[in-house]
């Protein structure tokens, strides 16, 4: 699925971010006296329409998933939203990790999470009499709709009546086998989560499941608290780049200072196109196909706080403090 660069919802087609431009205008005084003799000054409305605009703002970012199209954010505006202030970036001198914060993906979290989806495509296909998928099938299905993966990733049926009762039926099993699949997670990924709380690097999960479920397996591996925020299914968000950005807004964190960790190309190309740096977990594909990550590893045990420093080695971790503009004082 191809997006657009800079929006918020990364939907199909050509569109123009959408850009919120602050200028001020100062209206002139009036400096004809009225009839009664009393100055009549014209109200300013520059303020006023700031106000608008900062009201507008919130409204767009807390409309930000819905599908008005006059109510989406992209991804200057996160970055502009949350650009620290000067309290900040005086606390980011003492603590420079706290700048940045990170997004997950469910499956580069859960090293097996693709095996329960190809058991519910196996046991639709024993039901209904159908050639069973392999793992690459399975992987080559993650780039469509289920009613689409079933008629370019596994080639069972064109009929679209037949479609919607097997996406449905997959749906159910995939539910109850949800309940009795055990996860294994990748390999350091509690020491990792642990190093990321040590030195408050905000964390947020992305994944497709309901909250309930979500929150179910974390708490088995008694990982939910390592988690300020979840990015669910009840959140609507239609990709990986609007889950993530919608992520950055819940953390209010700016894009550009955000790893995004996941383990598909596709999912690199939009973390960069969010203006995200992106690590890459070497599983399901293959290191070649990670050579636009900024990073690929094969566990998070080989990880420290130092890699994220690294990342954004180019930019200033500590920012540069500017003096504020000296204020006349009247006596």
């Not at 003492?94 to 990170?102: G, I």
Request: hydrophobic content about 35%.
């Amino acid at each position: 699925m191809m997006g657009f660069v800079g929006s918020f919802v990364l939907g199909r087609g050509v569109e123009r971010r959408v850009e919120v431009c602050c200028r001020r205008r100062r209206s002139e005084l009036n400096v004809f006296l009225p009839p009664d003799g009393t100055p009549k000054v014209e109200k300013d409305d520059g303020e006023e329409k700031e106000e608008k605009e900062i009201d507008l703002r919130e409204l767009r970012r807390r409309s930000a998933t819905t599908s008005v199209e006059t109510l989406r954010l992209g991804v200057d505006e996160l970055n502009e939203l949350y650009e620290p202030d000067y309290t900040d970036r005086l606390k980011y001198v003492l603590k420079p990790d706290e700048q940045f914060s990170t997004v997950f993906t469910w499956e580069s979290l859960i090293k097996n999470a693709r095996e329960l989806e190809l058991k519910a495509w196996e046991q639709v296909a024993e039901e209904e009499e159908l050639t069973k998928p392999t793992m690459a099938d399975v992987i080559r299905a993650e780039n469509f709709l289920p009613e689409m993966a079933i008629q370019r990733a596994f080639f069972w049926t064109s009929d679209w009546g037949r479609i919607k009762s097997l996406v449905f039926r997959k749906v159910e099993i995939f539910g109850t086998l949800f309940d009795d699949f055990e996860f294994e997670l990748h390999r350091g990924t509690e020491e990792w989560l642990t190093g990321l709380r040590k030195y408050n690097v905000p964390k947020c999960l992305c994944t497709s499941l309901s909250l309930e479920r979500a929150e179910r397996v974390l708490e088995e591996f008694k990982l939910r608290h390592y988690f300020h925020e979840l990015v669910t299914i009840e959140d609507e968000a239609e990709d990986f780049g609007q889950s993530v950005l919608l992520g950055c807004d819940k953390l209010k964190k700016p894009p550009h200072k955000t790893v995004a960790f996941c383990d598909r190309p596709e999912e690199i190309v939009l973390a960069h196109e969010c203006q995200m740096k992106a690590v890459a977990l070497i599983g399901a594909y293959k290191a070649y196909d990670f050579r636009s990550a900024d990073s690929s590893i094969s566990g998070y045990d080989v990880l420290g706080i130092y890699n994220v420093r690294k990342l954004f080695a180019e930019e200033t971790n500590s920012p540069e403090l500017q003096p504020e503009p000296e204020r006349e004082v009247s006596t």
